[in-house]
């Protein structure tokens, strides 16, 4: 069984910068492409970031040049560096499969405001 937990997001101002962190037990990652997710309050959950099992990454339009995704095959875990964070970036972030095909985890609620 899968589990996926994410941590490290937080409240921060506009401009500011958090590290996620989603620490992956049941699976190997290095053998998936992964995503970062988020929702937003009454929004559908979006794909916002993904790596394919092979290193290449792709972006939403809305995060290209702001977030950088990473992982550590050797730690098992999934990061998101997001910086130059905006206010409509609010939302609760979640990795998962580059599919969405794991059981989601609790995610991790970020929170950009002055």
């Known amino acids: 069984q899968v589990q996926l937990v994410e941590s490290g997001g937080g409240s921060v101002q506009p401009g500011g910068s958090l590290r996620l962190s989603c620490a992956v037990s049941g699976r ?27 290193g290449t990454t792709n972006y ?10 990473s992982r550590d095959n050797t730690k098992n875990t999934v990061y998101l560096q997001m910086n130059s964070l905006k206010p409509e970036d609010t939302a609760v972030y979640y990795c998962n499969r580059y599919d969405g095909g ?6 991790t609620q970020v929170t950009v405001s002055s």
Do not use: H
């Open 28 to 54: 190997i990652i290095r053998s998936y492409g992964m995503g970062w997710y988020r929702q937003a309050p009454g929004k559908q959950r979006e794909l916002v970031a993904r790596v394919t099992s092979f």
């Open 60 to 69: 939403a339009d809305s995060v290209k040049g702001r977030f950088t995704l």
């Open 102 to 107: 794991w059981e989601w985890g609790q995610g």
